[in-house]
């Protein structure tokens, strides 16, 4: 799909791609409420009509955006790995590591979203689905004896994600690669986990 702005002198054209990158900026600059349908006009230079042709609106963008970023954590979870559930947990945390840095706006948006919306909403159940798969290979971990069983598997999912979320807050491309950050993780988090 490509959006194109009319009647603003030089027309602006924008994959759907382009204009989630734009909107996804300004919801990030702004926040996701105080951001206005004509915010995101100014944002992309395309006209409110324009982006009305192509979305709903503000909401349907947020999902487009949020669902990124979701479904790139969701095909880790899905990648094969072969071997125990303490190598799938590592690779888990490790790919993890480098969707964040690949999607580094849409993560840094999902992990802003609060509910007050129906896309937010679903984007928290999504999380949380995540979540509980996650605790299941803590779990399988556990069962297998390659994690210590004094730990709740939930508990290590979220310090484990906790670890890899923060990430968003400090990382900037050029500063370390995705991969040194998710073996960083991984090296942190499962020298203490390991028996």
């Not at 990030?28 to 409110?48: C, H, P, W």
């Not at 790919?95 to 993560?107: H, N």
């Not at 484990?160 to 500063?175: D, K, Q, S």
């Amino acid at each position: 799909m490509t959006v194109t702005a009319r009647g603003r002198g030089r027309p602006a054209r924008h994959s759907l791609d382009e204009l989630l990158a734009l909107v996804v900026q300004e919801f990030n600059a702004r926040g996701y409420d105080a951001t206005s349908m004509e915010d995101l006009a100014r944002a992309t230079g395309l006209t409110k009509s324009s982006i009305y042709n192509h979305v709903s609106g503000k909401e349907e963008l947020l999902r487009l955006a949020v669902a990124r970023a979701v479904d790139a954590l969701f095909a880790v979870l899905d990648e094969p790995v072969a071997g125990p559930a303490v190598d799938r947990l590592e690779h888990v945390v490790r790919r993890s590591a480098d969707v964040l840095a690949d999607q580094l706006p849409y993560v840094t948006l999902l992990l802003r979203v609060r509910g007050n919306t129906e896309a937010e909403r679903w984007a928290l159940e999504r999380r949380r689905e995540f979540d509980r798969r996650l605790s299941a290979l803590v779990r399988a971990a556990i069962d297998e004896g390659d994690v210590r069983a004094d730990l709740d598997p939930r508990l290590v999912s979220r310090l484990l994600f906790g670890m890899v979320n923060g990430v968003v807050e400090w990382y900037r491309p050029g500063t370390h690669s995705a991969s040194d950050v998710g073996d960083g993780i991984v090296a942190l988090a499962f020298e203490g986990l390991r028996r």
